[in-house]
């Protein structure tokens, strides 16, 4: 059974075996009423949805932080904060992005 206050899923990233990126997916329809929702702008919310599941593909985990880009499941009030410096990746995300972008370089 479903929770109808959890956050919906609005993507996903594949992981090899190995844990490199394959693939992700974003559902923009889902996107789009989360959007309509929390009154924030669509391309904003699909942006961050793809900047999130990107990366799962570039940090090779399925796993989530505890806050900002990387957190799981985004709440209508955590989006009303909008596009906010708290929409980060954590510094340590980010440096472990940068290894992950020079190594496929
Ligand atoms: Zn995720």
Redesign the pocket.
Known sequence: MSDPAAAPTLGFAVLDEAGAGVMASVYLDRVERLGRASSVEPGWLTGLVAA?ELG?LLLGTAG?GDHGVMQ?GWSVRDLQRGPTTAWRFSPDEGARLRIAARARQ
């Open positions: 999130h799962h989530h799981a």
